[in-house]
């Protein structure tokens, strides 16, 4: 199970932070097409659904087979060197940061008070990942953002040119609202999983036996899956925001795209997209990022939770 386990104390911060890497690089490169259906919706200005005759994606499969027909199989894959980066280290911090905040926790916090604790630590942990890893995100929006028209062709180019055209503080846009999204929605997933996980942890197929401890592949798959589903929803529409102020300044790479969004922060993003796009807009790509949560955050406790049994098996032999 996530979070600190006496069965799990013989492994080293960093030796977490191997494992959140590892979670992070399979999950990645397995929901990368969900990712970039997700950011694609996002950004577009006209209605996502099948009845508009003016956006280019109205559906899930349409703008699948949309980007196929356009960019080839790699275009679903768009940003994903960047996206990598951004997982390998979100995950490092993430869980290490996690993983060493509770065990100090435990020392502080009863047992009755141990979903406060995971609340508290993964938010902390949370917000220190997201922070770290933030300049991959801006270079991975904006990849996935510009389709065949490329204005970055490289990663390192990329980021070179936005520092020099807008300052370094170009490769934190978008910061304020994601900052203000991963806290409450790291405590809610950490949260939400270290509940589920006791809610299951009695049901034989679901859980490894009394004297092993912990969850079966199966139990973290539903665990984690589920955290991810109530996270995500719970704080989308800033989401939503973040990808559109990571394009400012970034607007004529998207040609062939549709209308672009332009907007001053946060509150201004907010209020444009809903003065001119309504309420639902604020959930443009709600459905790719939907599946993408569940299965993404499954995988990712599930790929962590089996590297952390791994080590520990390593060590002990």
Same mark, same amino acid.
């Not at 996502?48 to 956006?55: G, N």
């Not at 996980?197 to 665990?223: F, H, M, Q, T």
């Not at 607007?251 to 809903?274: M, P, S, V, W, Y």
């Given at each position: 199970?996530?979070?600190?386990?006496?069965?799990?104390?013989?492994?080293?911060?960093?030796?977490?932070?191997?494992?959140?890497?590892?979670?992070?690089?399979?999950?990645?490169?397995?929901?990368?097409?969900?990712?970039?259906?997700?950011?694609?919706?996002?950004?577009?200005?006209?209605?996502?659904?099948?009845?508009?005759?003016?956006?280019?994606?109205?559906?899930?499969?349409?703008?699948?087979?949309?980007?196929?027909?356009?960019?080839?199989?790699?275009?679903?894959?768009?940003?994903?060197?960047?996206?990598?980066?951004?997982?390998?280290?979100?995950?490092?911090?993430?869980?290490?940061?996690?993983?060493?905040?509770?065990?100090?926790?435990?020392?502080?916090?009863?047992?009755?008070?141990?979903?406060?604790?995971?609340?508290?630590?993964?938010?902390?942990?949370?917000?220190?990942?997201?922070?770290?890893?933030?300049?991959?995100?801006?270079?991975?929006?904006?990849?996935?953002?510009?389709?065949?028209?490329?204005?970055?062709?490289?990663?390192?180019?990329?980021?070179?040119?936005?520092?020099?055209? #807008?300052?370094? %503080? =170009? &490769? +934190?846009? !978008?910061?304020? @609202?994601?900052? *203000?999204?991963? /806290?409450?929605?790291? $405590?809610?997933?950490?949260?939400?999983?270290?509940?589920?996980?006791?809610?299951?942890?009695?049901?034989?197929?679901?859980?490894?036996?009394?004297?092993?401890?912990?969850?079966?592949?199966?139990?973290?798959?539903?665990?984690?899956?589920?955290?991810?589903?109530?996270?995500?929803?719970?704080?989308?529409?800033?989401?939503?925001?973040?990808?559109?102020?990571?394009?400012?300044?970034?607007?004529?790479?998207?040609?062939?795209?549709?209308?672009?969004?332009?907007?001053?922060?946060?509150?201004?993003?907010?209020?444009?997209?809903?003065?001119? #796009?309504?309420? %639902? =807009? &604020? +959930?443009? !790509?709600?459905? @790719?990022?939907? *599946?993408?949560? /569940?299965?993404?955050? $499954?995988?990712?406790?599930?790929?962590?939770?089996?590297?952390?049994?791994?080590?520990?098996?390593?060590?002990?032999?």
């Amino acid at each position: 199970m996530v979070g600190h386990d006496e069965k799990k104390t013989d492994l080293a911060a960093f030796e977490y932070g191997v494992a959140g890497a590892v979670a992070g690089i399979v999950t990645r490169f397995l929901t990368q097409p969900l990712d970039v259906l997700k950011i694609r919706f996002q950004l577009q200005v006209e209605p996502v659904r099948r009845s508009s005759a003016i956006s280019k994606y109205k559906a899930l499969l349409q703008a699948t087979g949309t980007i196929l027909k356009e960019e080839g199989v790699k275009g679903l894959w768009r940003g994903h060197n960047s996206g990598q980066l951004l997982s390998i280290t979100y995950g490092i911090v993430q869980f290490s940061t996690f993983e060493t905040l509770t065990q100090y926790s435990d020392k502080l916090f009863s047992s009755q008070r141990s979903l406060n604790s995971h609340f508290i630590c993964g938010t902390i942990a949370g917000t220190v990942a997201t922070i770290a890893s933030f300049p991959f995100d801006v270079t991975r929006t904006r990849f996935i953002a510009q389709g065949n028209y490329k204005a970055y062709t490289m990663m390192i180019q990329g980021i070179k040119t936005m520092v020099i055209k #807008e300052g370094p %503080t =170009a &490769l +934190f846009k !978008g910061l304020t @609202p994601t900052l *203000i999204q991963v /806290a409450p929605q790291s $405590g809610v997933i950490f949260i939400t999983h270290n509940f589920v996980s006791r809610v299951i942890k009695d049901i034989p197929w679901l859980s490894e036996s009394s004297d092993i401890g912990g969850l079966r592949l199966s139990g973290n798959l539903l665990a984690g899956s589920i955290s991810g589903l109530v996270g995500k929803t719970a704080v989308y529409p800033l989401d939503l925001a973040r990808k559109r102020l990571q394009l400012q300044g970034f607007q004529d790479a998207r040609r062939g795209f549709g209308e672009n969004f332009t907007c001053k922060g946060l509150i201004n993003c907010l209020h444009l997209t809903l003065k001119n #796009e309504g309420f %639902t =807009a &604020l +959930f443009k !790509g709600l459905v @790719p990022s939907i *599946i993408k949560a /569940a299965v993404t955050t $499954g995988m990712h406790f599930t790929v962590y939770d089996e590297m952390c049994k791994l080590i520990a098996s390593v060590k002990k032999h």
